[in-house]
């Protein structure tokens, strides 16, 4: 096909949308962890303990691709790249509740090891509620 002079065409898609969807969620996440890391910083007043709950995102995040890994399923930006900003957050909130009590027991003077003990054991039941009702929420996915 033969254009007239000063005509030119583009070739455009559904993979230029995906890349503007990746760039966004890409600056959403890093957003996101910032801001759960002043909070964090404010809350705590140690950015070692700061560090420890920031540090199972990675963790979460490297779940995630193992995970997606042993299903055989791709890594669709949309939909994982949600889920896993949505993982970081039941994450850090898991971390919030356990380090909070860990914090709480050790000013009771409690020994360091004993309240790591009492921590696990008095947080169980809401970390495990929280994870198993993520779990049911995202299971129909698995299926389609």
Excluded: H
Aim: net charge positive; proline share 3%.
């Amino acid at each position: 096909m033969e254009l007239p002079a000063g005509v030119t065409f583009k070739i455009r898609g559904e993979n230029e949308d995906q890349n503007k969807s990746q760039a966004f969620l890409m600056n959403a996440f890093i957003i996101a962890l910032a801001v759960m890391a002043m909070i964090l910083l404010t809350q705590f007043n140690s950015f070692y303990q700061s560090f420890l709950i920031l540090s199972a995102v990675l963790f979460s995040t490297v779940g995630v691709f193992l995970g997606l890994l042993v299903v055989q399923r791709p890594f669709g930006i949309i939909m994982s790249g949600i889920g896993v900003i949505s993982l970081a957050g039941i994450v850090v909130n898991n971390n919030i509740v356990l380090i909070d009590t860990y914090n709480v027991l050790r000013r009771e003077g409690i020994a360091k090891l004993d309240a790591i003990m009492r921590t696990g054991a008095q947080r169980l039941r809401p970390v495990m509620l929280t994870t198993v009702t993520t779990i049911l929420g995202l299971l129909p996915w698995c299926w389609k």
